[in-house]
């Protein structure tokens, strides 16, 4: 139970003074009044004495998000989700044996299972989901674009003490798109994404089609994404 807490509930509602969060088996069951709010005798009470209880926020567009430092960060700041959206998969390459998208790819075509084979990237999530000083972070992995289209191979990120370059994932055919998807889904991803402008007003780069996008679509909304 937690008690005498100034409560913001996310509603653009004034803050709350003097308000209790009754928890039970980690969820929520009550909020209220102090006053109102009992405690039974079994009860562990926190006096959080006028400090701040509200939920949890999140951030939906992030970069740099793999790294410990960073998720933990994120937490002592009430940020308790973030969603990474375009970074890679398998760097440093010696944490599989597994040098990139392509042989990734060919290695489960061959027949090796998805399990034995998670990209680093989403086994590191995984290992953090477990950690509640971290924040949850929700992955896309490398963004999906078109052949000669964004990022290219400008995408460099630090992968905590490693820096990486990895391509976006390009597509051609509509087949080959879906195909894509399907096996970033089968991998972990939590969201997909997709390049669709051209960045700092340049033409140089490729965009996916139409059909490429409604192929892409229909493949995430069809694993629940």
Same mark, same amino acid.
């Given at each position: 139970?937690?008690?005498?807490?100034?409560?913001?509930?996310?509603?653009?509602?004034?803050?709350?003074?003097?308000?209790?969060?009754?928890?039970?088996?980690?969820?929520?069951?009550?909020?209220?009044?102090?006053?109102?709010?009992?405690?039974?005798?079994?009860?562990?009470?926190?006096?959080?004495?006028?400090?701040?209880?509200?939920?949890? +926020?999140?951030?939906?567009?992030?970069?740099?998000?793999?790294?410990?430092?960073?998720?933990?960060?994120?937490?002592?700041?009430?940020?308790?989700?973030?969603?990474?959206?375009?970074?890679?998969?398998?760097?440093?390459?010696?944490?599989?044996?597994?040098?990139?998208? $392509? $042989?990734?790819?060919?290695?489960?075509?061959?027949?090796?299972?998805?399990?034995?084979?998670?990209?680093?990237?989403?086994?590191?999530?995984?290992?953090?989901?477990?950690?509640?000083?971290?924040?949850?972070?929700?992955?896309?992995?490398?963004?999906?674009?078109?052949?000669?289209?964004?990022?290219?191979?400008?995408?460099?990120?630090? +992968?905590?003490?490693?820096? +990486?370059?990895?391509?976006?994932?390009? /597509?051609?055919?509509?087949?080959?798109?879906?195909?894509?998807?399907?096996?970033?889904?089968?991998?972990?991803?939590?969201?997909?994404?997709?390049?669709?402008?051209?960045?700092?007003?340049?033409?140089?780069?490729?965009?996916?089609?139409?059909?490429?996008?409604?192929?892409? /679509?229909?493949?995430?909304?069809?694993?629940? +994404?």
């Amino acid at each position: 139970m937690i008690q005498n807490a100034t409560g913001i509930d996310g509603t653009a509602a004034e803050p709350n003074s003097e308000r209790a969060v009754a928890i039970v088996a980690d969820r929520i069951v009550e909020v209220g009044p102090t006053a109102t709010v009992f405690a039974y005798p079994d009860d562990e009470v926190l006096d959080v004495e006028g400090r701040v209880v509200m939920p949890g +926020v999140i951030n939906a567009h992030v970069h740099f998000a793999y790294s410990t430092e960073n998720l933990e960060a994120w937490a002592r700041a009430g940020v308790t989700t973030i969603r990474e959206v375009g970074a890679p998969l398998f760097a440093p390459p010696e944490w599989t044996g597994i040098s990139g998208w $392509d $042989d990734w790819v060919a290695a489960i075509l061959a027949g090796a299972e998805v399990e034995d084979l998670l990209p680093p990237a989403f086994v590191w999530r995984d290992e953090e989901a477990e950690r509640p000083e971290s924040a949850r972070a929700l992955l896309s992995g490398p963004c999906v674009t078109a052949t000669g289209g964004y990022p290219g191979g400008s995408l460099s990120l630090h +992968v905590n003490t490693e820096t +990486v370059v990895e391509d976006g994932l390009e /597509v051609t055919p509509v087949e080959d798109a879906r195909r894509t998807v399907e096996v970033l889904l089968d991998a972990g991803a939590d969201v997909i994404k997709i390049c669709l402008a051209n960045p700092w007003g340049t033409t140089e780069w490729g965009l996916l089609s139409q059909d490429q996008v409604a192929a892409i /679509v229909e493949v995430a909304h069809a694993a629940g +994404v």
